[in-house]
C-alpha cells in the first residue's frame, strides 16, 4: 500500500468521531455558558439571513456567490455572507440597544488549520457605549472559556495564554517600532492617505521582500504577519489597538490621532481570535472606503462586489455603538487544546480541490 496516497478516513468514521467528540462536547458547553453571559448583560440574541446583495466589501475577503429565481425563472444575484455585520447594523438603525448573534458565515479561498469555507461567527454590538468596554467582554469571555472546560490555560501546538491574566494592550504603530524599527504613522498623512515609498523602504532595511506591484497594504500586512504576530498572545492575551484607517473600513476615526482608526484585535497563543471597532456611521464616508476596497479587489483579483445600498441607508440613522466579530471556533480550538478547526466543528464541510 502507497500510505503517501492513502486518504484519511471521513469525519463520521466512528473512531475518529470518537477522538472528536470530547472538543465538540466542549463547543457546546462553551456555547451554552456564552449565551448565558449575553443574557445576564442583557444582550438580544438575533438570527441574521445568510442570503444577502452583498457579502461585505472588503478587497481580501472572498465570498460564494448564488442566484435567486423568481416563480417566472428570472434570476437575482445574491452571495452567502461573509460576515452578520450589515444585517446586525440594521437592527441598530431599528432601534436594537445590545444584540448578540452566532451566525454561520462563509468565506471562499480559505482552508487551512484555523479556516473553514464555513464556520460560525459570534458578533455582538453595544449602543453608546465605547469600543474599550468590548475588550473587557473579550477578557471576560475568555476567562468564561477556560472555566467552563477546566482549563487553566488556552493551549496552541505547546503556546500557552493565561486567560485569568491582565491583557497586554498595544497599538499598531508601537508593535511596528518594537518588533520592526518602523515608524508606521511616517507613512500615514492625517487625511488618511499613505506613503507606500517609505514602507517599502522600510521593509528593504529589514530584509523583507519587496514586489513593484506591492501596495501600502501589502507591505503593511507583510510586516504584520512576519515581524509582529508571531509575538501576539503568549503568556497573556494581547489586544493590538488602533490600526490605520486605511486598514480599518468600518471603524471610525479615532479622536485622539485622525491617522488611525478605533479597531482592535485580540490574540492568545499567537491567533487572531476577534476584531473590534467603535463603528463608522457616515454614510459617505462608509460609501467612499466601500469604493476603495472594492477597485482594490478589482485591481488584484478581478472582480468587485456589489455595495447594499439598504445598509448605507440604515447607517444614516444608526447611532453610535461598538461592534465585534469574534472565530467561535477558533476560541473553542484553544481552550479545548485542538490543532485543527475541522476537530471542533461538528460536520465540517466535505474535502475539494
Known amino acids: 500500500m502507497n500510505l503517501t496516497s492513502a486518504k484519511a478516513s471521513p469525519w463520521w468514521t466512528p473512531s475518529v468521531h470518537a477522538d472528536r467528540r470530547p472538543f465538540l462536547i466542549g463547543r457546546n458547553a462553551i456555547q451554552v455558558a456564552l449565551r448565558g453571559y449575553f443574557a445576564r448583560e442583557d444582550f438580544i440574541e438575533v438570527d441574521t439571513a445568510t442570503l444577502q446583495v452583498s457579502p461585505g466589501n472588503e478587497a481580501h475577503l472572498h465570498a460564494f456567490a448564488t442566484e435567486a429565481l423568481t416563480t417566472d425563472g428570472q434570476a437575482t444575484s445574491f452571495y452567502l455572507h461573509t460576515s452578520p455585520e450589515f444585517a446586525c447594523k440594521k437592527l441598530l438603525a431599528a432601534g436594537e440597544q445590545r444584540i448578540a448573534c452566532f451566525a454561520h458565515v462563509y468565506r471562499n479561498r480559505e482552508r487551512g488549520p484555523f479556516h473553514h469555507p464555513e464556520f460560525t461567527m459570534l458578533e455582538w454590538y453595544r449602543v453608546g457605549e465605547s469600543y474599550e468596554t468590548l475588550m473587557m467582554d473579550c477578557v471576560r469571555i475568555l476567562a468564561l472559556a477556560a472555566e467552563t472546560v477546566e482549563t487553566p490555560k488556552l493551549t496552541y501546538r505547546g503556546a500557552e495564554t493565561d486567560p485569568f491574566a491582565g491583557p497586554e494592550r498595544i497599538s499598531v504603530a508601537e508593535a511596528f517600532e518594537r518588533y520592526a524599527g518602523i515608524d508606521l504613522l511616517a507613512s500615514v498623512a ?157 460536520a465540517p464541510v466535505a474535502e475539494y480541490r
Request: one cysteine or more; hydrophobic letters at 40%.
Open 190 to 346: 492625517a487625511d488618511g492617505s499613505t506613503d507606500r515609498e517609505y514602507l517599502a523602504c522600510e521593509l528593504r532595511r529589514n530584509g523583507m521582500r519587496v514586489s513593484a506591484d506591492d501596495g501600502w497594504a501589502d507591505l503593511f500586512s507583510r510586516v504584520l504577519v512576519e515581524k509582529i504576530e508571531p509575538h501576539l498572545g503568549f503568556g497573556c492575551v494581547t489586544i493590538l489597538d488602533e490600526y490605520p484607517v486605511s486598514e480599518a473600513a468600518l471603524a471610525r476615526p479615532s479622536p485622539r490621532d485622525p491617522r488611525v482608526a478605533e479597531r482592535f484585535e485580540l490574540y492568545a497563543c499567537g491567533v487572531e481570535l476577534a476584531n473590534g471597532f467603535g463603528e463608522l456611521t457616515n454614510a459617505t464616508e462608509q460609501r467612499r472606503r466601500f469604493e476603495l476596497e472594492m477597485a482594490e479587489k478589482a485591481r488584484v483579483y478581478g472582480e468587485r462586489y456589489p455595495i447594499d445600498e439598504d445598509f448605507l441607508d440604515a447607517l444614516s440613522i444608526m447611532p453610535e455603538a461598538s461592534g465585534i466579530a469574534l472565530g467561535f471556533d477558533r476560541l473553542v480550538m484553544l481552550a479545548t487544546g485542538a490543532s485543527r478547526i475541522d476537530q471542533v466543528l461538528w
